[in-house]
């Protein structure tokens, strides 16, 4: 399996963004799909996962701003960023599970196997 993300970019504080991991290869193997970032000097933390069961879940720093959603049929996870911060800036990258559900993975890093090369997201204030 291998995930591409595009779509980054800049965006006032205030404003939205959407960010796409297309999805190649065998994705029965996929337990949860999730998307991370990771500012300069930071660790990387999740901001939202689903499964595939269209079940999602985020942290309470990014509930009700952003939205993750799957498209089954053309094999793409999105993430929808609304209502941004400055601090919302940062890598963003998509990844996946082949070991754990979603409820059990909770947003930790390394319970996910397969990463995407990351897309850049700017948030200016």
């Known amino acids: 399996v291998e995930l591409a993300e595009s779509g980054g970019g800049s965006a006032q504080a205030g404003g939205s963004l959407r960010v796409s991991c297309g999805i190649s290869g065998d994705i029965s193997r996929l337990e949860c799909m999730g998307w991370f970032r990771q500012a300069p000097g930071k660790e990387r933390e999740g901001v939202a996962m689903?499964?595939?069961?269209?079940?999602?879940k985020y942290p309470d720093f990014v509930k009700d701003r952003f939205i993750i959603s799957l498209d089954s049929a053309n094999n793409i996870v999105y993430l929808q960023m609304n209502k941004l911060k400055a601090e919302d800036t940062g890598m963003y990258y998509c990844?996946?599970?082949?070991?754990?559900?979603?409820?059990?993975?909770?947003?930790?890093?390394?319970?996910?196997?397969?990463w995407g090369q990351g897309t850049q997201v700017v948030v200016s204030s």
């Open positions: 990844a996946a599970t082949t070991q754990w559900y979603c409820v059990v993975a909770d947003f930790r890093a390394s319970d996910f196997d397969i």
């Open positions: 689903i499964d595939d069961n269209y079940r999602a």
